[in-house]
């Protein structure tokens, strides 16, 4: 072959190779590329959240069943504390069914994350095959021409400086474009071996939520055992129960009247107030009371945003009984009351004010202990079932104070703090405030 013949022939081959659909991605695929990219990284970015939202919930439920399975070991195995022993051991199987749904859902979204991997392994392993065959092809055809021309004869055997000018661009493009294959072989590569060891940790991590599982469903199966046997024997002593259930709701109803009568005499002394108020302000002679009216409009609607964003007045602690009316644990044509919620705690924990306010009533109630009722404006919270207590009626508290510690029953060897959330007389949800 000439070196004419050659060299057109190797110029046709570079406008081959460069402008080939395969090779360069042209506008509106470049475009369809990153539309697909982005909807792989949205995808990808979601099932992540996902994952790690599971995964705190995972750690948040082990935290829990740890502390109830601690509370449930120190609760006396005694007739007396029957009761109290089936309330936790109730909720331990809740909290204990909630883990292993989240572990199976856990162990989807692996699967998902596995299956998507295994995608991308085959998609790369196919990529750095169609790549080395292309990259190849283009080493045997850069041989081929310095084998019959040399670049520099290519060049300067052009008919015009246009051109030579024009090859000279041909041969730098064809050379750069081996260079981006044999650099994109390379990556591809990279990313396959970060892929697979990706793949291989998911698989293992995958093993481990598999037996976690088995794991839990086995000390569940046992607890259920326990659950339902504690509850036969709970049946058999219904009178017992009855009586017991009697005396709680008369301390129940003391509870309530001292919170009403607190509350009452506390909406008094502010109506009295403001009408002094009101009436200081017609008479020139009189001295203007203290006016209190502005931090108390304040501390209502600082309590009122922040719904659902107070902190526990434990640290650490299982909610046990709930707000409202509901069957009682063992009694089936039994309903009970509770106009708060009961959180079971270590002994001696320290009970902490939810918000800033003023101390306006402190009491001893039969079965309750000592009980606290902290304004905050319109609203109050009221903490009872308390051993020791460091404040007293009048004092201004803030918020995460603490207050008091938790009293513990002797019999039962249970401490719970029994918590309400009132605004003036109307009881409210204390899980819809705190957080």
């Given at each position: 072959m000439n070196p004419r013949a050659s060299n057109l022939k190797f110029q046709k081959d570079i406008k081959k190779w460069i402008n080939h659909p395969s090779n360069l991605i042209g506008f509106w695929s470049k475009r369809f590329f990153v539309i697909i990219l982005l909807g792989v990284f949205c995808l990808t970015f979601s099932n992540a959240q996902i994952r790690k939202d599971l995964e705190d919930r995972r750690r948040k439920l082990l935290r829990d069943i740890e502390l109830t399975s601690k509370l449930l070991n120190k609760t006396t195995k005694t007739k007396a504390a029957a009761l109290d022993r089936y309330i936790a051991l109730r909720k331990q199987v809740q909290q204990r069914e909630l883990l292993v749904s989240t572990l199976q859902k856990e162990i989807e979204i692996t699967d998902l994350s596995m299956n998507r991997a295994s995608d991308v392994v085959e998609s790369l392993t196919d990529d750095i095959g169609r790549l080395e065959k292309e990259y190849g092809e283009l080493l045997r055809r850069a041989y081929r021409r310095k084998k019959n021309s040399s670049d520099l004869g290519f060049i300067f055997s052009a008919e015009s400086i246009n051109q030579s000018f024009q090859r000279w661009q041909y041969l730098k493009q064809y050379d750069e474009y081996r260079k981006k294959q044999a650099q994109l072989i390379i990556e591809t590569k990279k990313t396959l071996t970060i892929k697979k060891t990706h793949l291989q940790e998911t698989k293992i991590e995958k093993e481990e939520l598999i037996a976690s599982v088995g794991r839990q469903a086995n000390i569940l199966s046992a607890e259920l055992g326990d659950k339902s046997r504690l509850l036969r024997n709970l049946r058999k002593d219904e009178?017992?129960?009855?009586?017991?259930?009697?005396?709680?709701?008369?301390?129940?109803?003391?509870?309530?009247?001292?919170?009403?009568?607190?509350?009452?005499?506390?909406?008094?002394?502010?109506?009295?107030?403001?009408?002094?108020?009101?009436?200081?302000?017609?008479?020139?002679n009189k001295k203007p009371q203290k006016d209190d009216t502005v931090a108390l409009k304040r501390l209502t609607g600082d309590f009122r945003n922040n719904r659902g964003r107070l902190p526990q007045?434990?640290?650490?602690?299982?909610?046990?009984?709930?707000?409202?009316?509901?069957?009682?644990?063992?009694?089936?044509?039994?309903?009970?009351?509770?106009?708060?919620?009961?959180?079971?705690?270590?002994?001696?924990?320290?009970?902490?004010?939810?918000?800033?306010?003023?101390?306006?009533?402190?009491?001893?109630?039969?079965?309750?202990?000592?009980?606290?009722?902290?304004?905050?404006?319109?609203?109050?919270?009221?903490?009872?079932?308390?051993?020791?207590?460091?404040?007293?009626?009048?004092?201004?508290?803030?918020?995460?104070?603490?207050?008091?510690?938790?009293?513990?029953?002797?019999?039962?060897?249970?401490?719970?703090?029994?918590?309400?959330?009132?605004?003036d007389k109307t009881r409210l949800n204390p899980e819809d405030w705190v957080r």
């Open positions: 009178k017992r129960l009855k009586s017991e259930l009697r005396k709680k709701r008369t301390d129940h109803e003391g509870l309530n009247k001292a919170i009403e009568k607190a509350i009452r005499k506390n909406m008094a002394a502010r109506r009295k107030n403001e009408r002094d108020k009101k009436a200081n302000k017609k008479d020139v007045p434990v640290k650490n602690g299982v909610v046990t009984r709930r707000f409202g009316k509901q069957q009682h644990p063992t009694l089936p044509s039994v309903q009970i009351t509770n106009n708060g919620i009961d959180i079971r705690t270590e002994q001696n924990t320290k009970v902490f004010a939810v918000f800033e306010g003023k101390v306006v009533s402190k009491q001893f109630i039969p079965g309750y202990q000592n009980m606290l009722i902290v304004q905050h404006g319109d609203y109050y919270t009221v903490y009872s079932n308390l051993g020791e207590v460091f404040v007293k009626k009048g004092d201004q508290v803030g918020t995460m104070e603490n207050i008091g510690t938790v009293a513990m029953d002797r019999k039962s060897n249970v401490s719970e703090v029994h918590f309400e959330v009132w605004r």
